[in-house]
Each structure stands twice: as C-alpha cells, then as structure tokens.
C-alpha cells in the first residue's frame, strides 16, 4: 500500500509515477476524504477532551451545591456529536481504505515505463542449442519418455491438470531438492507453510482486493463470504511470517525459502502454444524471501537473481535475464528481474523464475517494521521474492534443451542422482 502522506504531499508526482504502469488516477477525490478525516478525528479528539474535563468537574459541582443541568445536557449533546463524528469518520475511512487498496507500487526510478515490449535483456548464459534434426516439443518427448501422463492427469483434476510417473516424478522431486539443498547452502530457512490462507494474507501480499478472483477461494459457510483460499505461490505465505511484528534491527536481513504447490486460476490466459506444462492450474515452485532494511533491498534483489540464475547454471541451460517495464512488474512490485529460459519448440523464452523488490508496499499493508537500533525508532522493512525455481517449464527446457536425435534426453548432471540415469530413453 502506498503511503498516503505521500498523496497528499505529492499528489502530482506519484499520478507521473503511476502512469508508467499506464495507470490514470486522479486523487483529488481521495485528498478530499482525508481532509475531512483528519478533520473528523481533530474535532472528536477536542470534544473527548472536553467531555473528559467536565466529567471531571460535574461532581466537585454538585459537591460544592452547584447547578449541574446545562453542563450534563452539554455533554449529552458533545456525546451524541461524537457519535455522529465516528460513525462519518468509519465512513470515509473506509471509502479512503478501498481507494488505497486498489493502487499499485510506485515504480522504481530506474524502471523504465510502458508495457513488456519495453522489457530489456541484461545479460544471457550460454546459446540457444543447435540441432542436425528435426527437435521435438516437450509434450511429446515427455509422452514419449514416459515421464508425464496428461491423458490421467486430466482424468483426475480436469483441463489444466497433469500428473508426473516414474522417471518424470524422480526427475521433478530431484528438481526440487536440488533447490533445496542450494537454499540451504546460501543460509535461507525452510519453512513449509498451510497451502490454505486467510483472506488477510492475500491482502498484506497485494493480491487483494484488486486479484481476488484470481485464486482458488474455499467455499464458505452458509450465508458466509469464503474467508480462505489455495495459496497462489508460497510468496503469499512468506510475506505474512511477520504481519503485525516488529522485528529486531539485527535480525535482518531474514532470509526464508518455501516449498509449495501452487494453484491458480490462470482465467484467460491459456495461448495456443502454450501446451503441456507451459501453463496449468497446479504446479510445483520453491520460492526465496527476503526481509531487508531499506537501505539493504537493492543489493538483496540482485543478490537473488544471482542466486536463482546459479541454479539455472548448475542445470546447464540457456536461459537471459530481463528487466521489466513498468507495466509488467506486478501491482505489488517496484522493481523485477526475469528469469527466463528457452524453450526451442516455442522459439522463445519462459520465465522461471521472477526476482522483485516491493520497496515498503507489503510491509505498509501487513504492518510490518523494525526498530532501528540508532533511532530507537520503527520503521516499516523491504520485502522481496524470487522463484527459486518453478518447475513446471524447467522439465520442458530440459528435455527440449537436452534432446537427441534417436528421441532420447540427456539428464543434467545435477539431477543424475535422482533420476538414477545419465539418458532417458523412448519407453517401448
């Protein structure tokens, strides 16, 4: 959430921010309500204030033989003002809690405007494989392979469903311990958290209110609104650790990885070339956190996209990293890397991992701070993420990447433990 100190200080820098999402907002509206706020809150603070004195006085009054009624029939009136002050003060609080839970993240100043086509390509590791045949797509190798069974999978959960067998199902569970294990070795916690979270947690993510019907939401009681959901990705999770805390300065920076399946509606934005594993409703996905004092976010969000594309080394694929444009960052994102790896069937690049700062705009919304040693002083943390890895288009760019002639796969060699085999061939 955006600070609205900041609104109404600098109402029309932060609109020039915003526009390079392609956002249009205009706040006079908004610093009307908070000026009748804060005028709100003013008046009731002198009339509690007057009310607390009288109270005070009326007895010592009596006491002396004094005439109390016009100074009772006064603080009937002040109490009844209050009243009215509270209830228009709810009011407009909440019309001001909807306007601000629906803004984005400011942009960072070195993010650049517009929409993905003015992504930018930072750097890349390795080249594109080269083959004298005909490759194949993965979900033919996969099917081929033994390794993914869509038509179960679809039996089972329905479209956008698949299930994983035998060398496919060693081949995804090595994934996921090769990342734990890195994790581990690079000091992040392991945490393992519910898959099913209170509404509180998609709004301290950003997710809410402006996402909701983007995730799975738990049925709720009868004549109730559903008050749980399937988590959408273990950030959703990790960002809520320490809603509501505030966290010793040398604490930080803390440092947390979680594995999850994640679940997601994905409404809309299935693509024709987008088939198998590319997209679906269940995947599996480790996830990196950081909480950060603020002076320490930027060297953490690169320290995570180092450390994500250290992963994709030691899998030995070709894979770039792109900065995003505003518009493609998500809400709750000032800043965000990509990484993203090549998938040859598709002639382009998927990404695997998207690294990203939210500045203070989770912490804001989860009431999320530290007291800084020097200062005696709270002031709210940075919160950043980074998928470490998602799994569901490592597979393809593995056995895409990795193909050979006679339709067999080589096994990267980090995964060779796992799978219990150098090269996967054809099931006959």
């Not at 306007?99 to 070195?110: G, R």
């Not at 979270?197 to 738990?218: E, M, N, R, S, W």
């Amino acid at each position: 959430m955006l600070d609205i100190k900041l609104i109404r200080e600098n109402a029309d820098e932060v609109a020039r921010a915003l526009a390079k999402r392609g956002e249009t907002v205009d706040f006079a509206e908004l610093l009307v309500w908070d000026k009748e706020r804060r005028e709100c809150i003013g008046r009731v603070t002198e009339l509690r204030a007057r009310r607390k004195t009288v109270s005070a006085d009326i007895p010592k009054l009596k006491k002396a033989g004094k005439d109390t009624a016009a100074l009772q029939a006064e603080m009937k009136t002040v109490g009844e003002t209050i009243k009215n002050l509270e209830g228009r003060l709810a009011e407009v609080e909440a019309r001001i809690d909807a306007f601000m839970a629906m803004l984005p993240n400011l942009p960072a100043e070195d993010v650049v405007p517009g929409g993905k086509e003015h992504n930018a390509v930072v750097r890349t590791f390795g080249a594109p494989p080269a083959f004298d045949f005909e490759p194949r797509n993965h979900v033919d190798l996969v099917t081929r392979l033994g390794l993914v069974d869509y038509e179960r999978g679809v039996k089972l959960g329905g479209n956008g469903f698949w299930l994983y067998r035998d060398d496919g199902a060693r081949m995804e569970w090595g994934l996921l311990n090769y990342f734990v294990e890195r994790h581990l070795a690079a000091g992040y916690e392991f945490i393992l958290p519910p898959h099913i979270l209170i509404h509180q947690c998609g709004y301290t993510a950003g997710q809410f209110p402006k996402f909701k019907d983007d995730v799975f939401h738990l049925q709720g009681e009868e004549g109730k609104d559903a008050r749980h959901f399937l988590l959408p990705t273990a950030e959703t999770a990790l960002i809520n650790l320490h809603r509501d805390e505030i966290l010793k300065e040398d604490r930080l920076p803390l440092k947390y990885f979680a594995y999850t399946p994640c679940y997601r509606k994905e409404a809309g934005s299935y693509r024709a070339g987008e088939r198998g594993m590319i997209r679906g409703h269940q995947f599996n996905k480790v996830e990196i956190f950081q909480y950060t004092r603020p002076e320490d976010s930027a060297a953490a969000l690169e320290e995570m996209v180092a450390h994500a594309e250290s992963l994709m080394q030691g899998l030995g694929l070709h894979y770039r990293v792109s900065k995003l444009a505003a518009a493609d960052c998500g809400a709750s994102m000032a800043k965000t890397y990509d990484v993203e790896v090549w998938i040859p069937s598709m002639k382009e690049y998927k990404e695997v991992s998207s690294a990203s700062n939210a500045h203070d705009f989770q912490a804001r919304r989860g009431a999320i701070r530290f007291r800084r040693a020097a200062t005696g002083q709270n002031e709210l943390v940075h919160t950043l993420n980074a998928s470490g890895l998602a799994t569901s288009r490592l597979l393809p760019a593995i056995v895409e990447q990795g193909q050979r002639k006679d339709g067999s796969v080589v096994v990267p060699e980090a995964l060779r433990a796992a799978v219990g085999k150098e090269i996967l061939r054809p099931v006959q």
